[in-house]
Every structure is written in structure tokens, then in C-alpha cells.
């Protein structure tokens, strides 16, 4: 399955080494890299996630969505850095969404993936929940432009 | 034109609109071109209100907490006028239906729905939909704050949520600002009641898993009290559960109404006041000056108390019948003295419930501007409603509604009756609903008899899954097919009043279409003889349950 990351629209080689199943894991809980279904729960990766360097969240079906709060729990909540992989059916209408819950690889043997990609961080010029991704919300902005506004004011 | 009085667009949702109107634009594109299938098609078209039907495409249009300006209106007329037959059909979820879009065209009817800041995003597929409000919010006497401050803040986080935008199912959000609840709260994915405590603080029930469709149940408070500025915290701690625990294995079960059910109210608490400590005191919490702004924005517009005992309305109510039964059916007191709330009918006699051509659409429009501060709200119950009316001014309102035939005195009396567009539009029916809903308004399209006979809400639905509310009717009707024949199912006694939410019960064996007329006939005149001084329908049927009635039915039909 090609493999796609941020800055390249064509597919990039993919230089983790294969990701076990959760359940293969835990027998000795070594191995840099872990295959999630969307049902396990992630909290089973402490304590060792810091020593991860790849988590793959599956999609069986795109409308399953499940691997978001996934996502979300190990970027925001138990500080994973290193590289969470979208796997399974992965299509080019969810990577904004993938993007904010903070997914930075993707499987995807859909046509035009990559360069779909590339505008992905862009197709929203707006956005108005707060997630890890770091960009401000709309309400964030609206409220500095406020407070801006104030103290040029005073 | 007049300032509105509610949430205006600012740069940043505009932008967020228009760029959503070209990412779908695209989609179409390569739909057409043959890049999507019709499978990975199908979730995209649906976050944008646009369903395959029996004929052809429909659009859902999101009026967001049933709040509209004339202007808004005006561009809706223009919009069915311009890419569909001229009519639109207002739904029991403050949205409006076309129901005969062009694929091709889609994207261009969208655009131009966000020339007036509107949209028509997460009306479907299995999202948060669009949040619904009391439809007298703002105007209501007995109200504690408005609730669509709190929909509008809805709106703005579930709008293209990262981790909510693949659920398990459908999600849908309504919020009161009233004790006599308007919004139907105890039947929603998520009620949510603003109420004051005995500190005198004004926070929110937050009423989890209630649904109508196959399974109805009523919701189950999960937090009696919730402070407001955290609202958005525990909404997304309950999605999270919901999407990491929701049924997806089985479409009828996928509801989080099913999820509550079967781990149980006290489970399901856990796991979201769980979820929910982690989350409080975050981003997620909102800035008072946030609120503050937005609440801002919902401003009441500077109506001037006036006389609330006008010469010339007194003098038409003894010259007019029909004008002194409007008055009493169909205009609201207003918190303002020498003010009112009027109701449109959109249910005269023998119409389609819920429809309007665009002529009338825009005719509302001109109402609103003469009198009623240029605003509209549409109704859960398939109405338009005019919220500001100086009472000085309801005779002209009445002879101009009249003229548009919505001066129909029926609102809540037995023909202003809830029905979805059942099988004449819909790829799900399983019976007709509309001529159901034709036929018993013409037969008791008398409006002195209606008055008589009182409150009484019928709702019909064309199948199981309930768009028409059938569960809570004071007389539901529900259209089943047996070996292709349309049957009618009738139940009684549900209710969506705060504090009495019931489902109604089944009265008996289904009725064949043609019988259904004579079916109601039965139950009023039931009523009728059993009634005591000042008891409605409802009440008398909770008062003698159900057997009179059902007996009385099964001898006439």
C-alpha cells in the first residue's frame, strides 16, 4: 500500500519497521511499533509509549471512525510524538480531519492522494475546535483580535 | 434594511462556509468525472444535505435554532424558484427540504445559500446535525435565557468536528431556554435544559439518549446541573464515549440512545463525567468574553412596551370570528407588553403540512418587515412564526397572512398536524403520509368545531423511523406496509411537554388508509362525550386509558 507524509506527493519509503498487532505487543511489550484495531484501548501502550516510534490506527471502513478519538487520546491526552499512521480504508476527503487529530502518515492507494495531501492543511482556512494541531480557533482569534482591539483602545 | 437580532456571520465563518462550498464543489466534480464511486460519494453529498429520493436529489437546508431573516427567507424563495419547482418543505428539525435538486446544480445552490450566510452542512450522514432550538426563543414570557446563544456555540464546535464527523450515527442537539419546553428535549440524541438553581446561577440539565424512530425512549439526565461555560467540555466527553462505545455493527442499533441503554444511565454517567475530567479547565472551556460576545449578538430588538388592549383589535375580534379564534390560537404572548408571537399555519385546510411555494416564502418575508423586525422562525411543528408583532398591528398581520393562506386559525388544534413527506417523496416510507394528513384536515376543516374539540396534536409518520414524531402525537398514526397494502397503525396519548414526555401507547390492529378519518372521527367523539370541564384530549385519555377509545374505533371502522 503506497504510504504518504506531509511534504511529498508521491509516495515515500517507508522506513519503520513492521508494526505488531496489541495483543503480540503486550506478551513482552518491546518493539518500536504497534498496530492498533479501533476497538483496543490505548491507554494498554503505557507506560512505554515514549520508547513508540510508529502507531498504526485502522479504518476497516472510512465511516468507521473510531481511530479519531484514538488519535486524539494519544496525541492529546497521553503525549505520544512519534509517528501515527492511518491504515485500512483511508480516502482524501478525511485527511483534514486526520490532520487535526494529529494522524501525520497514511496508507492510501486512492488516485490523486498525494496531491490531495499537499492541500489538505489548507482546504479550511478556519477552524473552530481546539485540538493538538496547534492552530488557533476561530473563537481563539476572534478573542485576541478583541483584546487587541482593547488595549489599542486604553 | 433593519439590523438582525441574531448571530451574524463574521469574516471567519464566512470564509469556513465558502470554502466548504468549494470542497464540495470538487467532490461533485469528481463524482461526475467518475473518481468517486457512489459509495465513497455517498457520506460526502450527505454532510452536505443532499440525499438521493425516490425522484431525485433533495437538499436539507440547515436553518440553525429556526431562526431566519426576512432576507434569508427571501433568498430560500429564490433558491426553489431557481433550482427546484418553486416550493420548499419545512421539516420537524428546523431545516427546509427541496426536493427536486440536480446533481450538476447542487454546488451552485449551496453557494448561493452562503451568499446569506447559510448552509445546508451536517444536515446529514452520521454527524452532529443541526442544532434545534425553541422556536419562541427570545420572545417567550416564561423564558431564563435564550437558548440559542448555547445552539449557535453548538453549531460553531460541531461544525466539521475532526473526531465527530464519522459517528455511528445520526447526532442531533436541542436546546431550551424555557421550563414549558418547545424543543422537544427529552427526545434528542443530547437535551439540553437551562435552568436556574436555588444559587441563583443559570446552568444547563444536560439529558442524555432520547430518540423517537424504532426504538423510542426518553432521555436520561446524566447532569443535573452543568455549569455553562463548560458545556462544550461535556458535549465532547459524551461524543467521545459515544464514538468509541456506540454500535456500529448493526444501523438500528447505532443510536446513542441504544448505548445508554444497554451499559445503562449510571455506566454511561461514569464513563462521561471520566472523560469529562480530563477535558474541563481546557481550551474546550469557554472565555466569558466568548459568550458575552455571541449572547451579544442575540440582543432583543428595542421593542417599545405599547397598549395591550387595542380599540380596532378589540372591534375586529366582534366582527370577525375567524380573526378572534386566530387570536386565540395562533398568537403567543410576547415578554414585551403590547407585543405578541403570531404562528403562520402552514397546515390550512387539505395543504401539504410543512410546505411553502416561494411566492409565500417571500410574501412571510414582506410581513416580517412591516411588523415583525424582519425576523421568522420555523417551527418544529412545520410553522413559520412571526416573534415580534406589535398587537396594534395583528389585524394587518392576519388580512396579510390570510392573503398568503396561512391565516388558518388550526395552531395546535387537530389539523395542524405533523407529518413527514412519507412515501410521495421518501426512498425509506412505507405508506403515504401527506394525503393521511390531507384528508383529516379537510374533514375537520371547520374551525369552530376545532376549536371545540381543543388541543389536540396529531403526528403522522410514513415509516418507523419516525420523522413525523408519531411516538409523542396526542394521536400518532404510523404508515406500515402489509403485503403492499398501506396500513395505519394509531397510538395515543404521547407527549413532548416537559415534565410529562410520554410515548403513546398502540391502540389496537392497523387501519387501512381509507379508514383513518373515520379512526379520529372516533377518538374525538370519544372525547368528546367523556370530557370533563377543561380536560383536552390527552388528559382524558390519561384519565380513562385506553379501552373507550379503542373500543369506539374498532366498532367504526
Known amino acids: ?154 | 434594511m433593519p439590523d438582525t437580532h441574531f448571530y451574524r456571520y463574521d469574516e471567519y465563518d464566512r470564509r469556513l462556509v465558502g470554502e466548504r462550498v468549494e470542497q464540495f464543489r470538487d467532490q461533485v466534480r469528481r463524482r461526475l468525472a467518475g473518481e468517486l464511486t457512489e459509495e465513497q460519494f455517498k457520506p460526502l453529498r450527505l454532510t452536505n444535505g443532499l440525499y438521493l429520493q425516490l425522484h431525485a436529489y433533495m437538499l436539507r437546508i440547515a436553518i440553525p435554532y429556526g431562526t431566519l431573516s426576512s432576507r434569508q427567507l427571501r433568498k430560500l424563495a429564490e433558491i426553489s424558484r431557481k433550482y427546484d419547482r418553486g416550493y420548499g418543505h419545512f421539516t420537524t428539525r428546523q431545516n427546509l427540504q427541496l426536493h427536486w435538486i440536480k446533481l450538476e446544480q447542487a454546488p451552485d445552490a449551496i453557494a448561493a445559500l452562503a451568499e446569506v450566510d447559510m448552509h445546508s452542512i451536517q444536515t446529514s450522514g452520521n454527524c452532529v446535525r443541526n442544532t434545534t432550538a425553541d422556536h419562541f426563543a427570545g420572545a417567550a414570557v416564561d423564558e431564563i435565557e435564550d437558548p440559542r446563544v448555547w445552539c449557535e456555540i453548538v453549531r460553531q464546535w460541531s461544525t466539521l468536528h475532526p473526531e465527530f464527523s464519522f459517528l455511528p450515527r445520526k447526532f442531533k442537539i436541542a436546546i431550551t431556554g424555557s421550563p414549558n419546553d418547545r424543543a422537544a428535549v427529552r427526545v434528542h440524541d443530547i437535551g439540553l435544559r437551562l435552568w436556574r438553581n436555588d444559587q441563583g446561577e443559570v446552568g444547563f440539565e444536560v439529558i442524555v439518549g432520547g430518540g423517537l424512530g424504532r426504538t423510542p425512549m426518553i432521555g436520561k439526565t446524566l447532569r443535573e446541573f452543568l455549569p455553562k461555560d463548560e458545556l462544550l467540555a461535556y458535549l465532547e466527553a459524551t461524543l467521545r464515549v459515544y464514538n468509541r462505545y456506540g454500535r456500529r455493527d448493526n444501523l438500528f442499533k447505532a443510536r446513542i440512545k441504544i448505548l445508554v441503554h444497554e451499559i445503562g444511565a449510571e455506566k454511561m454517567c461514569e464513563e462521561v463525567e471520566a472523560e469529562y475530567e480530563s477535558m474541563k479547565d481546557s481550551a474546550l472551556r469557554l472565555a466569558p468574553e466568548t459568550i458575552e460576545a455571541i449572547a451579544g449578538q442575540f440582543a432583543p430588538p428595542p421593542l417599545q412596551p405599547g397598549r395591550t388592549r387595542v380599540p380596532e383589535v378589540e372591534a375586529l375580534k366582534l366582527e370577525d370570528r375567524n380573526f378572534a379564534l386566530w387570536l386565540k390560537s395562533n398568537v403567543a404572548p410576547h415578554r414585551v407588553p403590547g407585543h405578541a408571537i403570531v404562528t403562520a399555519s402552514l397546515k390550512p385546510a387539505g395543504a401539504p403540512p410543512g410546505d411553502a411555494s416561494a411566492a409565500q416564502m417571500e410574501g412571510v418575508a414582506d410581513i416580517a418587515d412591516a411588523y415583525s423586525q424582519s425576523e421568522i422562525r420555523v417551527s418544529h411543528e412545520q410553522n413559520l412564526v412571526l416573534p415580534h408583532v406589535a398587537i396594534e398591528d395583528l389585524p394587518a398581520v392576519y388580512r396579510a397572512l390570510d392573503r398568503l393562506g396561512f391565516a388558518e386559525a388550526n395552531v395546535g388544534k387537530i389539523t395542524d398536524i405533523i407529518a413527514c413527506p412519507g412515501l410521495d417523496y421518501c426512498a425509506l416510507a412505507n405508506a403515504r403520509s401527506i394525503p393521511v394528513a390531507q384528508r383529516i384536515s379537510r374533514h375537520f376543516a371547520a374551525l369552530s368545531r376545532q376549536h371545540d374539540i381543543g388541543d389536540l396534536k396529531i403526528k403522522i409518520s410514513g415509516c418507523i423511523n419516525a420523522c413525523g414524531h408519531h411516538h409523542v402525537g396526542h394521536i400518532g398514526i404510523l404508515g406500515v406496509d402489509k403485503n403492499g397494502i398501506e396500513l395505519y397503525q394509531i397510538s395515543l396519548g404521547g407527549d413532548v411537554d416537559f415534565g410529562r414526555t410520554a410515548l403513546g401507547t398502540i391502540l389496537g390492529p392497523a387501519v387501512p388508509a381509507e379508514k383513518i378519518v373515520d379512526a379520529v372521527d372516533a377518538l374525538v367523539a370519544t372525547y368528546l362525550e367523556a370530557r370533563s370541564a377543561g380536560e383536552r384530549f390527552v388528559d382524558t385519555y390519561r384519565r380513562l386509558g385506553v379501552q373507550p377509545f379503542k373500543d369506539r374505533v374498532y366498532a367504526a371502522v
Not at chain 1, 479501533?38 to 490506527?57: C, F, G, K, R, Y
Not at chain 1, 490523486?112 to 477552524?127: C, H, P, Q
Open chain 1, 1 to 154: 500500500m503506497p504510504l504518504f507524509r506531509e511534504g511529498s506527493a508521491a509516495p515515500v519509503a517507508n522506513d519503520q519497521p513492521a508494526p505488531l498487532p496489541l495483543a503480540d505487543w503486550l506478551k513482552d511489550r518491546v518493539g518500536p511499533a504497534v498496530a492498533l484495531a479501533n476497538t483496543d484501548d490505548v491507554n494498554e501502550l503505557q507506560p512505554e509509549l515514549a520508547s513508540l516510534t510508529l502507531i498504526t490506527l485502522h479504518f476497516p471502513r472510512f465511516s468507521d471512525g473510531r481511530a479519531y478519538s484514538q488519535a486524539r487520546l494519544l496525541r492529546e491526552r497521553l503525549g505520544y510524538r512519534g509517528e501515527l499512521r492511518a491504515a485500512g480504508d483511508v480516502l482524501q476527503d478525511q485527511l483534514p480531519f486526520l490532520l487535526r487529530c494529529g494522524f501525520d502518515s497514511f496508507e492510501s492507494d486512492q488516485k490523486g492522494f498525494g496531491e490531495a495531501l499537499a492541500r489538505a492543511r489548507t482546504l479550511f482556512s478556519v477552524v473552530y475546535q481546539p485540538t493538538k494541531d496547534g492552530r488557533p480557533t476561530a473563537s481563539q482569534l476572534r478573542l485576541f483580535g478583541r483584546r487587541v482591539t482593547l488595549s489599542a483602545a486604553e
